[in-house]
């Protein structure tokens, strides 16, 4: 039978010192909520209940999907409160998991294996960790012999003992509960405790005392129950995500010069042999195809790069499709709408935008290439510039094969430069011109042998 999940986030997040909700705050580029999200669906669950409250309309607009149902809570009086709030949205799945907002790693197959714990009983998911601070403690009967004592409660850190204080057990949160009890267990919640707050860890002793069985699953990797609470914990957990992602790309066989310099925020496909040197940061859906080098400092974002192209340091590509065999930078800039041909090479502080570049062209230095066509072989001077805009509207340049543009040339579309012509350094097109021949505009040089340039007055002493 599928599970239901119901996700709290209606917190503020006091700690995180923040306009934004704390489960929007981005962990690889994608809210906190979503990664919760992601692992509820890779469960198959029935239905996704997300309580949201503080800043909820910012949380239902950065979600989509029809699995997602929502509930207000307002005021927030607590994580028990916020599950009571959830109640009237249920389905009648059997098992309801409840995950938290700010615990945004946790595994599918952890998920799994808590509601298989569960039975038809609870479970909740602990960790063991050095510095347990902030976190609830798990409270345990006096272990038997060989034998974890049975869970009888939960304590929340401001609410422990100094004994309490030195268990390690903690309490990720995140616990199945047989659906049918919940609407008596939770109204028998009090706010007693430090907080004045109606905690949800309080509904583990109401189980034991109805003599429900309550399984703790302790989780093999304690990074993957690692909440948020504030901005250093996320900066922490953002690092362990990077890490793990980098490992994974590792054993693939992807080289990453220094792995602790790497940044992901979204998907990475990469053939044989890629190469990454360090600080780059990818984004959205990036594909790599064999034998491609990324050089330091580079961004890219939604991009393709085919067999073989290096890319050279400190360039930033967005939106663009590169064939094989290319070199593009260093200090290229690549933008939405670009597809280069193979063997395409494109050099320092050239800007291309909205463009199809042919194989074997070049635009080696200092240019603008902006809603253009580019055939094959076709050389770029140093300085071109596609006149693309004219105050209203965009318009197009068109240049076929085997063009050479000299260096310091305006191309004012729209304009066509024919096949095989040549264009004058220094020359301002805004004609088209036919196959094969020169266009360039006239210019006179003059001479004045020996012309003074004006001198500063001598600086008296
Ligand atoms: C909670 C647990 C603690 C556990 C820790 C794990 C309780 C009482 N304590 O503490 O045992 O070790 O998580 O990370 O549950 N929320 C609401 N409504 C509210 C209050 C909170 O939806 O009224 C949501 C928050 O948005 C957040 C989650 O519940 O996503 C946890 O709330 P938070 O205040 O961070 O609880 P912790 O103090 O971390
Ligand atoms: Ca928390």
Known sequence: MRPQVV????????????????????????????????????????????????????????????????????????TGHALQQALPKLTKAPLTLVLYGDVPLVHPETLEDLLKAAGKGAAILTAELDDPTGYGRILRSKAGRNKAGRVTGIVEQKDASAAQRRISEINSGIMV??????????????NKNAQKEYYLTDIIALAVKDRVPVTGLKAEDAGEIQGVNSRAQLAQLERTYQWLQA???????????????????????????????????????????????????????????????????????DGAQIGAHCRIGPYARIRPGTH???????????????????????????????????????????????????????????????????????????????RGSTVGAGTTLWKDIPPGGLAINPKTQEYRAGWQRPRKAAKRK
């Open 340 to 418: 280069l041909g193979a063997e395409v090479h494109v050099g320092n502080f050239v800007e291309i935008k909205a463009s199809d570049v042919g194989d074997g062209s070049k635009a080696n230095h200092l240019s603008y290439v902006g809603d253009a066509s580019v055939g094959r072989n076709v050389n770029i001077g140093a300085g071109t510039i596609t006149c693309n805009y004219d105050g209203a509207a965009k318009h197009r340049t068109v240049i076929e094969d085997d063009v050479h543009i000299g260096s310091d040339v305006q191309l004012v579309a729209p304009v066509r430069v024919a």
């Open 177 to 190: 509960l047989p659906t049918a009890r919940l609407a008596k267990w939770l109204s028998q919640i009090k």
């Open 247 to 317: 490992s994974e790309l590792l054993d693939a066989g992807v080289t990453l010069v220094d792995p602790l310099r790497f940044d992901l925020r979204g998907t990475l496909h990469c053939g044989r042999d890629v190469q990454i040197d360090i600080n780059c940061v990818f984004e959205g859906e990036i594909v790599l195809r064999d034998n491609v080098s990324i050089g330091a400092h580079c961004i890219l974002k939604n991009v393709r790069i085919d067999a073989g192209t290096r890319i050279e340091p400190f360039s930033h590509i």
């Open 7 to 78: 996700i709290l986030a209606a917190g503020q997040g006091k700690r995180m010192n923040s306009d934004l909700p704390k489960v929007l705050h981005p962990l690889a580029g994608k809210p906190l909520i979503a990664h919760v999200v992601a692992a509820a669906r890779a469960i198959d669950a029935e239905q996704i209940c997300i309580v949201h409250g503080h800043g909820g309309d910012l949380v239902q607009a950065a979600l989509s999907g029809e699995d997602l149902a929502y509930a207000l809570q307002s005021p927030q009086r607590g």
